[in-house]
Nanobody, 118 residues
Framework: VQVVESGGGLVQPGGSLRLSCTASGRILSIYAMGWSRQAPGKERELVAT???????NYIDSVRGRFTISRDNAKNTVYLQMDSLKPEDTAVYYCNAEIFSLNGRRDYWGQGTQVTVSS
């Protein structure tokens, strides 16, 4: 099983980016999926999660600016980030709770850099 993110990059303050994360392999079912981020010198923080049925949750600092969604047919989760701020700069990681032939556990992607700067 692999989880791979894409979509990071450099954007100006106020701009938008859309991150994608796709799980592949011998997957039987995917439960919760989410996005976390880690800024330089800071601990990793959970930004948003979405349940298998599509119920989202956000931390206060991104609520109203970020939107998490998923396409279960594609084993993919998205993070639409609007009104980006310099403090959103971080490496963003995707995670997925996956039930496979190896059992049920969390899988993490390698991370994608998001830089918000003028």
């Amino acid at each position: 099983v692999q989880v791979v993110e894409s979509g990071g990059g450099l954007v100006q303050p106020g701009g938008s980016l859309r991150l994608s994360c796709t799980a592949s392999g011998r997957i039987l079912s995917i439960y919760a999926m989410g996005w976390s981020r880690q800024a330089p010198g800071k601990e990793r923080e959970l930004v948003a999660t979405i349940s298998k049925s599509g119920t989202p949750n956000y931390i206060d600092s991104v609520r109203g600016r970020f939107t998490i969604s998923r396409d279960n047919a594609k084993n993919t989760v998205y993070l639409q980030m609007d009104s980006l701020k310099p403090e959103d700069t971080a490496v963003y990681y995707c995670n997925a709770e996956i039930f496979s032939l190896n059992g049920r556990r969390d899988y993490w992607g390698q991370g994608t850099q998001v830089t918000v700067s003028s």
